[in-house]
């Protein structure tokens, strides 16, 4: 059957390849840079593209006869997302136009608030091209087949005389859902209303490892095996909720598919229960595709943000968040814990004598030994250049100054060999407890700094310990300090 031309009845418009014309689409971003490569890849792919900055803008847009579809960033600088979905879907001249959220916040909640208010789909940012324009295809391919049932449902009742030629279009049209079914990216699985397979497209097989006469027949839990990535605890069945009558059904969040040869996939999906005209339940259709790779790359990017990517330590900003929540432990408990700020004593030395690759040697090695005396529910991080901070969680003052004193000896007896040169470094060590007492985290990492400030002027390569945060001796610090600054 021929399956290259599009035909968009409500205007009368033909799609072909020699037109090259495959839909009209409005854009709503208020980033410049958003609108330019989104309008730029559809163009170039043969849609017809508008655009708009605001949620108001957005709405005059939308009353356009032309718009068949709408890609919607949910923060903008007027109106949310949400509330210009609302008011489209509230208009009787919009409320057919499928939209498709775009936006950074890839949270459930997000996603569901956004198909309650009547979005179509979800698309996490930074998207992927493949993934926008495999969308936009379906969607535009799922409204348009809608547009023509129901026209010939329509039909149907007026024209009696015209009986067989409408079964013949239906039929037609059934075809080319098969097809479109058999061609879009994402995985489709169809069961009947006791949750057994009766249709899987090509991705579906591939994802899951069964051939679709293979699952023919099967209950859907034995061809879709899903379970949380943390615990690793068998996760509902979407299908199973979409057939007690709710409307869209989406996955929880770390949820991967184990296929039939044990290949794990991270995925994303949404099910919805299929309705005959009446509003039985005939079935449910589950919809779903692969996004381990872009899970990965967040849970790398949000690695990266934490972490120190020369010794692989938690950085400060990820250390003082782990110091805050330390603090609030103890305000309403009899909680301990003990903060030590390091400071590497002639670091500055071995940078200038033996170069700035020795030094990050030396550091990345410091950081090996250091781990080695500490706890292992203990957190050691880099705060930048050769300053490192330990919170010893439970951890009573009188401990905390042994393990201090231990970590002092270590770096102590350390010989760090470079380029046939031995070189030798101390460290010095200020410790100061973390209790109910606590304030917060500015005066608890500056009476450790202080404390350091303190050992280095004892010698360097000593451990200095502050009992109390109205010590006099660092209160005296803090006052040369302030005279110095």
Same mark, same amino acid.
């Given at each position: 059957?021929?399956?290259?031309?599009?035909?968009?009845?409500?205007?009368?418009?033909?799609?072909?390849?020699?037109?090259n014309?495959?839909?009209?689409?409005?854009?709503?971003d208020?980033?410049?840079?958003?609108l330019?490569?989104?309008?730029?890849?559809?163009?170039?792919?043969?849609?017809?593209?508008?655009?708009?900055?605001?949620?108001?803008?957005?709405?005059?847009?939308?009353? %356009?006869?032309?718009?068949?579809?709408?890609?919607?960033?949910?923060?903008?600088?007027?109106?949310?997302?949400?509330?210009?979905?609302?008011?489209?879907?509230?208009d009787?001249?919009?409320a057919?136009?499928?939209?498709i959220?775009? %936006?950074?916040?890839?949270?459930?909640f997000?996603?569901?608030?956004?198909?309650?208010?009547?979005?179509?789909?979800?698309?996490?940012?930074?998207?992927?091209?493949?993934?926008?324009?495999?969308?936009?295809?379906?969607?535009?391919?799922?409204?348009?087949?809608?547009?023509?049932?129901?026209?010939?449902?329509?039909?149907?009742?007026?024209?009696?005389?015209?009986?067989?030629?409408?079964?013949?279009?239906?039929?037609?049209?059934?075809?080319?859902?098969?097809?479109?079914?058999?061609?879009?990216?994402?995985?489709?699985?169809?069961?009947?209303?006791?949750?057994?397979?009766?249709? /899987?497209?090509?991705?579906?097989?591939?994802?899951?490892?069964?051939?679709?006469?293979?699952?023919?027949?099967?209950?859907?839990?034995a061809?879709?095996?899903?379970?949380?990535?943390?615990?690793?605890?068998?996760?509902?069945?979407?299908?199973?909720k979409?057939?007690?009558?709710?409307?869209?059904?989406?996955?929880?969040?770390?949820?991967?598919?184990?296929?039939?040869?044990?290949?794990?996939?991270?995925?994303?999906?949404?099910?919805?229960?299929?309705?005959?005209?009446?509003?039985?339940?005939?079935?449910?259709?589950?919809? /779903?595709?692969?996004?381990?790779?872009?899970?990965?790359?967040?849970r790398?990017? %949000?690695?990266?943000?934490?972490?120190?990517?020369?010794?692989?330590?938690i950085?400060?900003?990820? /250390?003082?968040?782990?110091?805050?929540?330390?603090?609030?432990?103890?305000?309403?408990?009899?909680?301990?814990?003990?903060?030590?700020?390091l400071?590497?004593d002639? /670091?500055?030395l071995?940078?200038?004598?033996?170069?700035?690759?020795?030094?990050?040697?030396?550091l990345?090695?410091?950081?090996t030994?250091?781990?080695?005396?500490?706890?292992?529910?203990?957190?050691?991080?880099?705060?930048?250049?050769?300053?490192?901070?330990?919170?010893?969680?439970?951890?009573?003052?009188?401990?905390?100054?042994?393990?201090?004193?231990?970590?002092?000896?270590?770096?102590?007896?350390?010989?760090?060999?470079?380029?046939?040169?031995?070189?030798?470094?101390?460290?010095?060590?200020?410790?100061?407890?973390?209790?109910?007492? %606590?304030?917060?985290?500015?005066?608890?990492?500056?009476?450790?700094?202080?404390?350091?400030?303190?050992?280095?002027?004892?010698?360097?390569?000593?451990?200095?310990?502050f009992?109390?945060?109205?010590?006099?001796e660092?209160?005296?610090?803090?006052?040369?300090?302030?005279?110095?600054?």
């Open positions: 059957m021929e399956i290259s031309r599009i035909v968009d009845r409500t205007s009368d418009r033909v799609s072909d390849p020699v037109t014309y495959r839909g009209n689409i409005l854009i709503v208020d980033l410049p840079d958003n330019r490569l989104l309008r730029d890849t559809l163009s170039a792919h043969g849609y017809k593209v508008r655009s708009a900055t605001t949620g108001a803008m957005a709405i005059r847009a939308a009353q %356009s006869p032309w718009t068949e579809l709408i890609l919607l960033d949910i923060k903008l600088a007027d109106l949310d997302g949400y509330e210009v979905c609302k008011q489209l879907k509230s009787e001249k919009t057919g136009i499928p939209i959220f775009l %936006s950074v916040l890839n949270e459930t997000n996603k569901v608030q956004g198909l309650a208010v009547g979005g179509v789909d979800y698309i996490a940012k930074p998207f992927q091209v493949e993934e926008v324009l495999a969308r936009v295809e379906t969607h535009l391919t799922i409204r348009r087949l809608q547009q023509s049932l129901q026209e010939q449902n329509l039909r149907l009742l007026r024209e009696i005389e015209e009986r067989q030629r409408l079964e013949e279009s239906l039929f037609a049209e059934k075809e080319l859902a098969q097809v479109t079914l058999q061609s879009i990216g994402d995985a489709v699985i169809t069961t009947n209303a006791q949750g057994n397979v009766r249709y /899987f497209n090509p991705i579906a097989e591939q994802l899951t490892g069964w051939k679709a006469h293979e699952a023919q027949g099967l209950p859907l839990s061809v879709f095996v899903i379970v949380n990535e943390v615990t690793r605890k068998p996760v509902e069945n979407p299908i199973a979409a057939l007690l009558e709710k409307p869209i059904v989406g996955l929880a969040n770390d949820t991967i598919l184990i296929a039939r040869d044990g290949t794990e996939y991270a995925i994303e999906d949404s099910a919805a229960p299929i309705r005959d005209r009446q509003g039985q339940i005939l079935g449910a259709v589950i919809v /779903f595709h692969d996004v381990t790779e872009s899970r990965n790359l967040a790398q990017l %949000s690695w990266e943000a934490t972490h120190d990517a020369l010794t692989g330590l950085n400060r900003r990820g /250390f003082e968040q782990q110091l805050i929540e330390a603090i609030v432990s103890c305000q309403d408990s009899n909680q301990q814990h003990a903060l030590c700020y400071d590497l002639q /670091f500055k071995v940078n200038d004598t033996a170069g700035h690759a020795a030094g990050d040697e030396l990345r090695q410091i950081t030994l250091l781990q080695k005396g500490v706890r292992a529910n203990d957190t050691l991080a880099r705060l930048g250049g050769d300053e490192f901070g330990l919170l010893l969680t439970q951890c009573p003052l009188s401990q905390a100054a042994k393990i201090a004193e231990k970590l002092k000896d270590l770096v102590h007896q350390f010989r760090f060999i470079w380029d046939s040169k031995t070189l030798s470094i101390g460290v010095s060590i200020g410790v100061v407890a973390i209790n109910h007492t %606590s304030k917060d985290l500015m005066e608890v990492m500056g009476a450790a700094d202080a404390a350091c400030y303190v050992a280095k002027g004892k010698g360097r390569n000593c451990v200095h310990v009992y109390r945060l109205d010590d006099e660092l209160i005296r610090q803090r006052g040369e300090r302030h005279v110095v600054s």
